[in-house]
T-cell receptor, first 116, second 115 residues
């Protein structure tokens, strides 16, 4: 079964610190991996999209890595700000469409709280 | 703004009520989606429309009824809901369907509470 597991479930850090969120997946055949940021009460917003051949991609203070061999991804946030407080969702896209999940397999997300 | 607008933002309804959620996208996309987001669960795909034709209905109870009158508008009609239907309902759109290589744009969602 196609699955995406994220860790930790929640995380509290101090403003200015760095943090790393993890995503492990068992999705086949793999197409791409996405990270979304979801503010409380809002819809998810895309941060990065990585294909099989890309092992790192940055978007400002956000840097995503992908190891397609071990089927792991991480999202690193540098010099965190209060506005980084949100849920971060890992989504893996499957090349074959079918089943109740469709093409996109969502993780449960990591809830990040940045404290002053 | 993502270009996908949902109304209302919040909705409280009794189990005997009938209400509708509305979604509008201003991106010229051909595919629109309804997702359900419950606490501590991954997003669940409910319905997909591509070029106004329904292409996916994931065994969603009949008390949820989607409608796509044109490629820019999507509705979710609700009737005789249950308390466990309380959740954030998200609308999304993409240029094409299937979306394995397409970027998904989400609305802000409707937070639904069923009493």
């Amino acid at each position: 079964k196609n699955q995406v597991e994220q860790s930790p479930q929640s995380l509290i850090i101090l403003e200015g610190k760095n943090c790393t969120l993890q995503c492990n997946y068992t999705v086949s055949p793999f197409s791409n991996l996405r990270w979304y940021k979801q503010d409380t009460g809002r819809g998810p917003v895309s941060l990065t999209i990585m294909t099989f051949s890309e092992n790192t991609k940055s978007n400002g203070r956000y840097t995503a890595t992908l190891d397609a061999d071990t089927k792991q991804s991480s999202l690193h946030i540098t010099a965190s700000q209060l506005s980084d407080s949100a849920s971060y969702i890992c989504v893996v896209s499957c090349l074959n469409y079918g089943g109740s999940q469709g093409n996109l397999i969502f993780g449960k997300g990591t809830k990040l709280s940045v404290k002053p | 703004e993502t270009g996908v607008t949902q109304t209302p933002r919040h909705l409280v309804m009794g189990m005997t009520n009938k209400k509708s959620l509305k979604c509008e996208q201003h991106l010229g996309h051909n595919a629109m989606y309804w997702y359900k987001q419950s606490a501590k669960k991954p997003l669940e795909l409910m319905f997909v429309y591509s070029l106004e034709e329904r292409v996916e209905n994931n065994s969603v109870p009949s008390r949820f009824s989607p409608e796509c009158p044109n490629s820019s508008h999507l509705f979710l009609h609700l009737h005789t809901l249950q308390p466990e239907d309380s959740a954030l309902y998200l609308c999304a759109s993409s240029q094409e369907f299937p979306a394995e290589n397409e970027k998904l744009f989400f609305g802000s969602g409707t937070q639904l509470s069923v009493l």
